[in-house]
Each structure stands twice: as C-alpha cells, then as structure tokens.
T-cell receptor, first 116, second 115 residues
Framework: NAGVMQNPRHLVRRRGQEARLRCSPM?????VYWYRQLPEEGLKFMVY????????ESGMPKERFSAEFPKEGPSILRIQQVVRGDSAAYFC??????????????FGPGTRLTVL | GENVEQHPSTLSVQEGDSAVIKCTYS??????FPWYKQELGKGSQLIID?????GEKKDQRIAVTLNKTAKHFSLHITETQPEDSAVYFC??????????????FGKGTHLIIQP
C-alpha cells in the first residue's frame, strides 16, 4: 500500500507565476489535509477536503490560494501570482474517514516551493 | 483557536539515555494528540498518538502521557538510539467542525542523540 504521494517534490517559480501542487492520498483514504511549514516552524493547517467538497478552509489565505479534491485524480493546491513569502514546504496528509480510530493523518513527503 | 507550545526546541542526550519532550495546549475541547517524527527532507511520520479518554500509551521504547486537567502531554523515548535523531512535533485537534478539523502543531523539538 503506497503512502501519500506528492509531486513535484521541489518546485521553483518566479514571482507572479502559478504553482500547482498535487497530492494523491493513501489507497482507501477519502480525506485530505494541506499544511504549510515555514523554516524552523511547525506545520500550519490550511485546508481539509473530502472528495468534491471543501470541509474546512479556515487556515488558507483568502486570496491567491485555492484547493480542490475532484472525484477522480489527486487533490490540487493552487497558488496564483506567487510571492516570495509563499516559499515554504507544503505537506499533504490523508485519513480514511472521520471518527475516533480512523482519523489518523498520514503525511506525504512534501513539496518544497521556492519563489525567486 | 487551539495553541500548542512545545519544549525544548533542542534536546541533546547520550545514546542509551531517555528523552522527554513536553507540550501544552490551550483548548480544553481538544481530544486527540499525535506525535510525529520528521527526518531531514522527508514527510512527518506518525510515531504514537493518544486520545483524551486515556492517560498513557506505550509502544516499545516510546510512550506518551496526557494530563487533561493541566492540558499537557509528553513524549518519552527510552534507550535512545542514533536513528532517533530527528525533529519531533506534537499536535492537538479539537472537536470536529468549527474550524477544528486540522491539527495544530507545536514548533518542534530537534532531538540529537550523542554517540
């Protein structure tokens, strides 16, 4: 059973470009979470999605950031018009379903975004 | 919202000794507390977790304790080995809904095992 997969592992963008980060959850998992990690910091929650639904986006900036988890295919975190402050590691996690014992989050290896 | 404080930021112990990392949380409604290990260039690996209906949980050399009254929880690693060297993050999650679906993480502890 492959773990959570993220790609690309490293992404370099110039200011003003768009960044698209992809996350494929573990097999059988229908819940995806995105986190951002700045250097020397813990992970900060951004958004929680189920298939075709955004459940909680309280941690995601209102502008330039969007996320989706379509019926088919990976979850996408999209950052439009990137700025240097968007440079960070972005981690995706997945879980099977809500409810005690089945909501443990398993993390992917992350995408390191560098904005020049 | 939830706020998680983690101490120390760096911990150096001799191989074979024990290591203890402590976290406090602010939201009394939080009911799930996982610990993750992050190695350089890798994602975070869940090493142990505890729910608010138990006070202690153990898995081989790793144990976690939870004090709900004081709102703190700790990670204990015994008989430390070089491969335990990593950054460890504690996290807390409150009740579902109301923006509480994601985990709130501490800032991490860099654990160094001295040979």
């Amino acid at each position: 059973n492959a773990g959570v997969m993220q790609n690309p592992r490293h992404l370099v963008r110039r200011r003003g470009q768009e960044a698209r980060l992809r996350c494929s959850p573990m097999k059988g998992h229908s819940h995806v979470y995105w986190y951002r990690q700045l250097p020397e910091e813990g992970l900060k929650f951004m958004v929680y999605l189920q298939k075709e639904n955004i459940i909680d986006e309280s941690g995601m900036p209102k502008e330039r950031f969007s996320a989706e988890f379509p019926k088919e295919g990976p979850s996408i975190l999209r950052i439009q018009q990137v700025v240097r402050g968007d440079s960070a590691a972005y981690f995706c996690a997945s879980s099977p379903r809500p409810g005690a014992g089945a909501d443990t989050q398993y993390f992917g290896p992350g995408t390191r975004l560098t904005v020049l | 919202g939830e706020n998680v404080e983690q101490h120390p930021s760096t911990l150096s112990v001799q191989e074979g000794d024990s290591a203890v990392i402590k976290c406090t949380y602010s939201d009394s409604a939080s009911n799930y507390f996982p610990w993750y290990k992050q190695e350089l260039g890798k994602g975070s690996q869940l090493i142990i977790d505890i729910r608010s209906n138990v006070g202690e949980k153990k898995d081989q050399r790793i144990a976690v304790t939870l004090n709900k009254t004081a709102k703190h929880f700790s990670l204990h690693i015994t008989e430390t080995q070089p491969e335990d060297s990593a950054v460890y993050f504690c996290a807390a999650r409150g009740r579902r809904g109301g923006g509480a679906d994601g985990l709130t993480f501490g800032k991490g502890t860099h654990l160094i095992i001295q040979p």
